[in-house]
């Protein structure tokens, strides 16, 4: 396994930007278990605050439902980890922001809170335009520890946005 570096990061992250400022679009994040991590890539780029609007870190069940909307029998039905949830987070980002696309994330990160069906490494990714029914969903399944789980997952959020921003 070979994770990415913070320069690795940081290349993505210019790739994210040169495409938002292409397309005139702006950026919001919606995080849980990288807990602003995406958020804080993007912002170290001096002069982010042209295409990039807000983050929101909804680590717990009630942040997602206040901050994101995201309805209680989601979370109650399909958990915190899963389409639904990542797709109600990306689309709550969008109508609570003033971007144009929006990537949410939410994961098990672990060592614990894995099960036979979600183990620790399982994330799923969401992403969303504004006037664009459709939302991007991925389920990734990334190796190591914590900080390894959560620095992957960070890469396929940027990696994803740079893809959604050069389609439009």
């Known amino acids: 396994m070979i994770l990415p570096s913070d320069r690795d990061l940081q290349a993505l992250a210019r790739t994210v930007e040169q495409a938002a400022l292409a397309t005139g679009g702006s950026l919001a994040t919606a995080e849980s278990c990288t807990g602003g991590w995406v958020a804080k890539v993007l912002t170290d780029l001096p002069g982010s605050s ?18 994101l909307e995201v309805p209680s029998v989601l979370l109650e039905r399909d958990g915190a980890v899963s389409r639904e949830t990542v797709r109600a987070m990306a689309v709550g980002a969008l109508a609570r922001s003033d971007a144009r696309m929006a990537v949410a994330i939410s994961g098990i990160a672990g060592p614990g809170g894995g099960t036979a069906e979600k183990p620790v490494g399982t994330v799923w990714l969401a992403w969303a335009r504004r006037g664009v029914e459709e939302v991007d969903t991925a389920c990734r399944h990334f190796p190591g520890d914590r900080d390894a789980v ?13 893809e959604a921003l050069s389609r439009r």
């Open 50 to 67: 042209r295409w990039f609007d807000r983050g929101f870190v909804t680590y717990s069940n009630a942040a997602k439902q206040a901050q």
């Open 150 to 162: 959560r620095r992957q997952a960070v890469a396929a959020a940027l990696e994803g946005l740079a």
